[in-house]
């Protein structure tokens, strides 16, 4: 944290991964921002915003689909990343023809 805080400019937050309880209690020790909870069931995830206790921002990741988004949108939670809005878009087909420049 000391590291990332000195390479950062000074309004940007400090966000940290987390995938366990374990990491939530050693980001919020380590004075973290915004922690990341990835991959965490619901359940996991409640007890998650208990320990963080309001110390950080917290942001869910991994696993929440559209038809879930409301499983996660867990009273504390204050950003919710939902990955198939980018990696599960149609692709669009384009094409581009180059003409010559006329003069």
């Known amino acids: 944290m000391k590291l990332a805080r000195a390479a950062a400019p000074h309004l940007a937050r400090i966000e940290v991964e987390t995938k366990t309880l374990a990491e939530v209690r050693e980001a919020v020790h380590a004075g973290a ?12 995830i409640r007890a ?7 110390a950080a921002m917290i942001e869910v990741s991994g696993g929440v689909r559209l038809e879930t988004l409301r499983d996660y949108a867990v009273p504390g939670v204050d950003v919710i990343s939902v990955g198939a809005l980018t990696h599960s878009a ?7 023809t180059l003409l010559p420049q006329r003069r």
């Open 33 to 44: 921002e915004v922690i990341l909870l990835d991959n965490m069931a619901p359940v996991q």
């Open 90 to 96: 149609p692709a669009a087909d384009l094409s581009l």
């Open 48 to 54: 998650a915003v208990a320990r963080i206790g309001g």
